[in-house]
């Protein structure tokens, strides 16, 4: 033996007092750690993933779970993820896939930064009494307006204006595709969309004649493997979005694995059947940023004018300067992913080590298109890691119009980041495309309980705005002058173009 | 009786040009013959229909994309990615064409007379009863055929032997078919080299023999040619790639 057995991740114990041997934890468990012998359930705790369907199942809260019951000599260098995964690489000679977002332990800027409120001297506004508005247009907005006065009185405008998406509020839900995700998690979130007056993004899934009904609340996407992408396809969306780079994975492009590719996704894609289905790390027709404007202004050609086109980049060194030549392309929007922007699967090395957070990127692409007198030129779009109102408040303080969110929105729906959606045997419906597994969620209740996490984030975000003595959204837009660093270095705080507390 | 519809290209831009022509589909026209074309692009872009589009002059790039079911004749040269995501319908080229042709093509038909340059026909792929043909009556440059995850790519090799070299580099579906001999060398990781039977033969002749009729090229000599058979080592070409976490 060289490297043997390694220590369990997890224990589970079924305290026998009170278990009553009902076996929904073996029925809902899809990673087979519980099975009946005779009078007992047994439990096998290696096939345990955290995902916590037992407990959340169980009717007498008999299941516990604990966390590394053994685990290695404690060494602040050689952690167990750095031990684990050369044992991995030494058996196998392979790269590490691994679901889920960054999980190294970096620090979070949004928790480092702190937003005001008024007291006495500026008066702050009660949402009950007065209208905050949070309402948000994507897209060009004229440099100048050309307004004149007719004869009568009325004004008559003469700029003619680029389509704008109108979002009720500036949470939009990012792109997870069909096959990434389950049809039942995508029909919730569509729903929840159109519900709450948002939008939401297709993935490079294609569009699935169930989404059709909410497919004016869809932003859908082109990729490398421009997978389920027809001239159908375009028209449907109420934008389309490119496609460059994901947060999780900057540089590199997407492989579905073939067994994923059953019929339904086949044909949602336009791919082969049980084929790998394969993003190119670069779109092969774009090479340079002339070819992304080509792109993108082919895709407005194709519709007529009529649609946004966004633009998603992966939050890296240079994003400040990649944003700036995108907004001088015809795309409406650029979405800045950080590095925390969650996945199904990506390399390891690339999901924890590239890329940069998305607070210092948004800041310092709002900067920049201020800088050059851009800034009205595009929409930006922070995306990553948003974990509640206050990240959105932050996000948009530093210069985001709107935020993307993934995994929140997953959350919302019952999934407890156990990091194996790339297993396909998610026991919560969303990850998975197994029928039986699938059919876990319900779209009904699933879309109401992601339409209310929107509903309540707004609700804290008019609230903050109020307490802060702002009306309106685009007043707290790059407002850097309602954050405070906290516990952030001089460097860092001169990126962010905020001031530290008590200053 | 068709219907004839003549726009002349000089000096107008792309958007106006196309919104000319998709008018002219609209009207009903069964023919559209498109005059002094110089560097417009996404000519047909989106374009449904039955309609044939001739062009007269050198179109730019993107000719054809996303095009669902009509089909252009170009007597001239092509740029950059003509048929670049087409659905189906037909696209003819009389000269040679730029990097990328036929990219992502998911259905119907390219023909080129002339030579290609990189990347030509990367990722085709086919789905159900969807499958993109692209033949080349020239040579065609590296990348040919690269992440192809079906469709059928044919080069005739008409002007001399082909260039290409890292052949269907990452191809996981699909075929390409090169007139002569090719030298193992010049395929990429992931293709594999096979026999080129009488099925094969078979199957091509009808494609071959279409492509002789546009060109006005007598198809026997073609059809009854060697030829070389590159398909996917694997559907799967990554899979021993990765381990899971």
């Not at chain 1, 519900?195 to 490079?204: L, Y």
Request: aromatic share 6%.
């Amino acid at each position: 033996m060289t490297i043997g057995s390694l220590p369990p991740r997890y224990r589970i114990s079924i305290d026998p007092v009170r278990c009553m041997e009902c076996e929904r934890c073996i029925e809902n468990c899809s990673y087979g750690v519980f099975r009946r012998d005779g009078e007992r359930i047994l439990v096998n705790s290696r096939n345990c993933t955290a995902c916590h369907r037992c407990i959340a199942c169980c009717p007498r809260d008999a299941i516990s779970l604990e966390e590394h019951p053994c685990d290695y000599r404690s060494h602040p260098l050689w952690t167990r993820e750095a031990r684990e995964a050369i044992y991995n690489q030494a058996r196998t000679g392979r790269i590490i896939l691994a679901g889920m977002g960054n999980a190294l332990d970096y620090p979070v800027i949004f928790d480092r930064l702190v937003l005001d409120a008024c007291q006495v001297t500026n008066p702050s506004l009660d949402p009950l009494r007065e209208p905050i508005e949070l309402l948000t247009h994507i897209g060009k907005k004229p440099a100048r307006l050309d307004l004149r006065r007719r004869e009568g009185g009325d004004v008559e405008l003469g700029t003619s204006l680029t389509p704008n998406l109108r979002v009720e509020t500036p949470i939009m839900i990012g792109h997870m595709s069909y096959g990434a995700i389950s049809l039942n998690a995508q029909v919730a979130m569509a729903r929840a969309a159109k519900e709450t007056g948002t939008f939401m993004g297709t993935g490079e899934g294609g569009l699935h004649s169930a989404i059709y009904p909410y497919q004016d609340r869809m932003i859908v996407q082109v990729a490398s493997g421009r997978f389920g992408v027809n001239i159908d396809y375009l028209e449907r969306g109420a934008a389309i979005e490119i496609k460059i780079g994901q947060g999780a994975k900057p540089g590199i492009g997407g492989h579905l694995p073939g067994e994923k590719v059953c019929t339904e996704i086949s044909r949602t894609r336009m791919i082969p059947e049980g084929s790998d289905a394969i993003s190119p790390a670069p779109h092969h027709d774009i090479y340079s940023i002339e070819d992304l404007a080509q792109l993108v202004r082919a895709l407005k050609e194709a519709t007529e004018w009529k649609k946004p086109v966004f633009v998603k980049i992966a939050a890296v060194h240079n994003v400040a300067a990649i944003a700036a030549g995108i907004a001088r392309s015809p795309a409406d929007a650029v979405v800045v992913d950080g590095f925390r922007g969650g996945t199904g699967a990506a390399p390891r090395v690339f999901r924890d080590h590239v890329g940069i957070p998305i607070e210092a990127a948004v800041s310092s692409v709002d900067a920049k298109l201020r800088d050059q007198g851009i800034r009205n030129e595009i929409s930006v779009i922070a995306s990553g890691g948003i974990r509640g109102s206050a990240d959105v408040a932050k996000a948009i303080a530093l210069g985001a119009d709107a935020v993307y969110i993934g995994t929140a929105a997953l959350v919302a729906m019952g999934c407890r980041v156990c990091g194996n959606c790339y297993r396909g045997l998610c026991p919560w419906g969303i990850a998975t495309q197994h029928p039986d597994l699938v059919e876990r969620l319900n779209p009904d209740t699933a879309s109401e309980q992601v339409a209310n996490l929107i509903r309540a984030w707004t609700l804290e975000l008019a609230e903050l705005l109020g307490a802060a003595g702002i009306n309106s959204i685009e007043s707290m837009r790059g407002n850097r002058d309602r954050l405070r660093g906290y516990m952030l270095d001089e460097s860092l705080m001169q990126v962010l173009d905020v001031k530290q507390v008590g200053a | 009786m068709a219907k004839q519809v003549a726009i002349d290209g000089k000096g107008v831009h792309y958007t106006p040009l196309n919104q000319r022509i998709r008018k002219a589909v609209e009207d009903g026209a069964d023919e559209i013959v498109v005059s002094n074309v110089l560097g417009q692009r996404f000519i047909g872009d989106g374009l449904r229909g039955n309609v044939t589009v001739r062009i007269y002059g050198v179109p730019g790039g993107d000719l054809a994309i996303f095009m669902s079911g009509p089909t252009v004749i170009v007597h001239g040269n092509a740029e950059h990615a003509p048929g670049n995501t087409m659905d189906a319908g037909k696209l003819i080229i009389h000269g040679n064409a730029g990097d990328a042709v036929a990219h992502s093509m998911r259905g119907g038909k390219v023909f080129v007379r002339g030579d290609i340059g990189y990347r030509g026909g990367i990722h085709m792929k086919q789905y159900e009863t969807q499958c993109p043909i692209l033949v080349v009556g020239g040579s065609a440059q590296t990348f040919l055929g690269e992440y192809m995850a079906g469709g059928l790519l044919i080069v005739l090799g008409l002007n001399g032997p082909i260039k290409a070299r890292e052949i269907g580099s990452g191809i996981h579906g699909g075929e390409i078919i090169i007139r002569g001999d090719v030298d193992a060398a010049c395929l990429a990781t992931g293709a594999t080299q096979v026999p080129f039977t009488d099925e094969d033969r078979a199957r091509i002749a009808p494609v071959i023999r279409e492509y002789a009729g546009d060109f006005g090229l007598d198809p026997e000599p073609l059809v009854s040619a060697d030829y070389t058979r590159i398909i996917p080592a694997s559907a799967r070409p990554f899979v021993g790639k990765y381990t899971w976490e």
